[in-house]
């Protein structure tokens, strides 16, 4: 089946625009969070409405992956010094209240590279992990068992925003690719081994966090050009989830669909391991997420008009398209940013 995305992406044009405050200055959000007015003694972050790290990240990735960047001199040179502006000179991170610093000195170094260009200090605070030693130390120390999804962030990140501004050396990346080819879980291809048990979810227990966990240190490998030990076994898992886990995709925006449609493609990349079975099973997802998506209103929709999220959406329907060929239908091909640079 073929899906004509035209006029939803047009419509995420739009909304990037909708989001401008100045040259290279976005916002994330253009209102407040609905589910603060509801109550109900759910704490909710206020929402930074000015300038915010996401906001211009992702409108220069969401313009990249559309085939929209920006050209000019003048707007790219804009955007680059908005990027670089939100760096804590001292530190050389980048912060923000939704994300742990890592993430989000990451996400904003690799929009950087979009342009071509690091950030203007060094990432200080996380030279002390640029050693072979320390970089595993750094690993050995995260939570894989009870909070793999967001510490992947971090494990993922360093090894990003150290990479992209020149930190690690060659023993440093060595000893990060060794280490996870070592602690890769045979039976599930997930990391890390020993650590993959299912954790609760919505009355039941599930594996879709370490599947989300793994897809952050998956892109990281892609990036370097370097092998999945068990791209079999992630091809079972990911198979297994749309069979039998609890685990909803396909009815929010954000970013784990991407992470399932992911691991699924390139497990299946390196492995052709049921190819049949997984070529139906993207398939049968994109027959439901996609009409999900389109059936949207961009105007009100608050995922929509949030950019992050918006973003992992339309990550999602890059890989999709170069999943299935032919059967997403765009004006330009839609361009992953991870297979430019690593970090979503």
């Not at 930074?48 to 050209?71: C, K």
């Not at 999220?309 to 997403?328: D, S, T």
């Amino acid at each position: 089946m073929a899906y004509d995305l035209r006029p939803f992406l047009t419509a995420v044009e739009a909304i990037i625009a909708s989001h401008r405050l100045a040259p290279g200055q976005y916002r994330r959000w253009n209102g407040p969070d609905p589910r603060a007015a509801v109550g109900g003694g759910i704490k909710h972050t206020p929402r930074d409405l000015g300038p915010n790290e996401y906001g211009i990240a992702d409108a220069a990735n969401l313009l990249y992956t559309l085939g929209r960047f920006p050209q000019e001199s003048s707007d790219r040179d804009a955007w680059i010094t908005a990027l670089r502006g939100r760096q804590h000179p001292t530190t050389g991170l980048f912060e923000e209240a939704t994300h742990h610093p890592i993430h989000t000195t990451a996400h904003c170094i690799a929009a950087l590279e979009l342009f071509d260009a690091v950030p203007a200090h060094p990432v200080r605070a996380l030279l002390e992990h640029a050693t072979p030693a320390g970089i595993v130390r750094f690993l050995e120390a995260l939570d894989w068992r009870e909070n793999p999804w967001n510490h992947s962030h971090r494990g993922a990140g360093l090894y990003v925003a150290l990479a992209l501004t020149g930190a690690p050396d060659r023993a440093t990346a060595e000893a990060y690719f060794g280490w996870l080819w070592n602690q890769a879980d045979p039976a599930t291809g997930l990391w890390r081994v020993n650590c993959v048990a299912p954790l609760p979810h919505s009355g039941g227990t599930t594996r879709f966090p370490h599947l989300a966990g793994t897809f952050h240190y998956l892109f990281n490998l892609e990036y370097a050009h370097q092998p999945l030990r068990y791209p079999a076994a992630l091809v079972d898992t990911c198979l297994q989830m749309v069979e039998a886990d609890p685990f909803a995709l396909g009815q929010s925006v954000g970013f784990a669909e991407i992470d399932w449609v992911y691991c699924l493609n390139r497990g299946l990349r390196q492995s052709g391991h049921r190819f049949g079975e997984a070529q139906t099973a993207l398939r049968t997802f994109a027959e439901k997420y996609i009409p999900f998506l389109t059936s949207l209103d961009p105007a009100t929709h608050d995922g929509l008009n949030d950019l992050h999220c918006l973003f992992g959406a339309v990550c999602c329907l890059a890989e999709l398209q170069a999943a299935l060929p032919g059967e997403l239908i765009t004006d330009r091909p839609l361009k992953l940013v991870l297979d430019r640079r690593p970090f979503i």
